[in-house]
């Protein structure tokens, strides 16, 4: 309702407590005198623009036909932040967990983000080697929980002999794995398939502003 003038929205909040208080619709005088407006004409000017907008419905053939039409509220989801991910040479960690399970912080999104996956954790970017994937430095990937990805999918991958992980596409070229950047500028890793193991997939990017 941001674009809404003040007077229009007194008026919606006025309908709803009438609504909640009788049971009823109120009629365009009770709308004037509740809301302090000068004349009829000017209610029904307001009316008229809340309708063509979509606030409220109403019958002209049935006496206090006044509806509020209830809009859809986006549904929030909480996501962890659980740390960051190399996205140039890969960033060495103590143990064979990628990041804490504890998260920094909590990010609250709207589930379109998610597109109501499951299993979605997010992560922030260091490093530039994803930057022609439109993902910079500073920037927070969506991961959703995965131990499989397909053919140039973007992944969070474990490295298993060098005990670091990184964010890379990940193709499958014959008996080894190529885990590419995106950028001109950064030479692939090269691991064979026991040497690895993936830790989630992309699903979504929040860009730094």
């Not at 005088?29 to 809340?50: E, F, N, W, Y």
């Not at 809009?71 to 040479?89: C, F, K, N, S, Y």
């Not at 070229?173 to 885990?179: A, K, P, Q, W, Y």
């Not at 950047?181 to 890793?189: G, M, R, T």
């Amino acid at each position: 309702m941001a674009s809404i003038s003040n007077t229009r929205l007194r008026i919606l909040n006025f309908i709803r407590h009438f609504l909640e208080d009788r049971g009823y619709a109120p009629t365009v005088r009770d709308i004037m005198r509740g809301c302090s407006i000068s004349t009829p004409p000017a209610v029904q000017h307001h009316l008229d623009k809340l309708e063509k907008e979509g606030y409220i419905q109403r019958d002209p053939q049935v006496f206090r036909s006044i509806r509020l039409v209830e809009r859809e509220q986006p549904v929030i989801v909480e996501v962890p932040l659980l740390g960051t991910i190399a996205a140039g040479e890969p960033i060495p960690v103590p143990t064979a967990d990628t990041w804490t399970t504890t998260p920094e912080e909590t990010l609250k999104l709207t589930e379109d983000l998610t597109r109501g996956k499951e299993g979605i954790y997010a992560l922030k970017v260091k490093g530039t080697s994803m930057i022609d994937a439109l993902i910079d430095d500073g920037d927070i990937v969506l991961m959703q929980e995965a131990s499989t990805v397909g053919d140039g999918d973007m992944a969070a991958v474990w490295l298993k002999d060098r005990q670091e992980v990184t964010l890379k596409k990940v193709y499958r070229e014959g008996e080894r794995v190529s885990l590419k950047p995106a950028n001109k500028l950064i030479e692939p890793i090269y691991e064979r398939p026991e040497g690895i193991e993936i830790q989630g997939k992309v699903v979504g990017v929040l860009r730094k502003l």
